[in-house]
T-cell receptor, first 112, second 115 residues
């Protein structure tokens, strides 16, 4: 069964304290791995897509990496405005369409 | 690009009432998805449209739920005889068919509270 697990569930950082979020997955036929950011009461906002092991993508203080079993979202010198829930999702082809399977997310709080 | 919009943003209803939500996708996107998200969980797939055709429905979508996408434009999700367990955030996403993968862009969601 296709599965996505994110860890930790919650993470508290001081401003400037770098860290990483983990997304491990077991799927058959990965078409892409997606990272989204979600603020409270809002819809997920697209951040990155990774397609193959070894690929890396960067955006401001965020860098996403991908291996055959997991992805990491590295946050360098975070600021309070980076506080949000970060969702990982894998895309597989199932039932004739690109199915997106989400993890439960990591709630990040960055304190000044 | 005006993004995906959803209406209403919040809906409070009494158990047993019917509710309808609307989603307007990004204009050139031919694919549209509905998801449900409960507190502390990631979005769960409900149903998928390619243009006006509903091609996939999750087992989560009971007979009380129905979705339409007339003319392949906006979509509506109706819940009949609401139950307290239907309380959740209902998210709509759209994407453009670009081959093997497509990036889904989400709307702001409709928060449903069933009393």
């Amino acid at each position: 069964e296709d599965q996505v697990t994110q860890s930790p569930e919650a993470l508290r950082l001081q401003e400037g304290e770098s860290s990483s979020l983990n997304c491990s997955y077991t799927v058959s036929g990965l078409r892409g791995l997606f990272w989204y950011r979600q603020d409270p009461g809002k819809g997920p906002e697209f951040l990155f897509t990774l397609y193959s092991a070894g690929e890396e993508k960067e955006k401001e203080r965020l860098k996403a990496t991908l291996t055959k079993k997991e992805s990491f979202l590295h946050i360098t010198a975070p600021k309070p405005e980076d506080s949000a829930t970060y969702l990982c999702a894998v895309q597989v082809f199932s039932g004739g369409y690109n199915k997106l399977i989400f993890g439960a997310g990591t709630r990040l709080a960055v304190h000044p | 690009d005006t993004g995906v919009s959803q209406d209403p943003r919040h809906k409070i209803t009494k158990r047993g009432q019917n509710v309808t939500f609307r989603c307007d996708p990004i204009s050139e996107h031919n694919r549209l998805y509905w998801y449900r998200q409960t507190l502390g969980q990631g979005p769960e797939f409900l149903t998928y449209f390619q243009n006006e055709a509903q091609l996939e429905k999750s087992r989560l979508l009971s007979d009380r739920f129905s979705a339409e996408r007339p003319k392949g434009s906006f979509s509506t999700l109706e819940i009949q005889r609401t139950e307290q367990g239907d309380s959740a955030m209902y998210l709509c996403a759209s994407s453009q068919d670009r081959g093997t993968t497509d990036t889904q862009y989400f709307g702001p969601g409709t928060r449903l509270t069933v009393l």
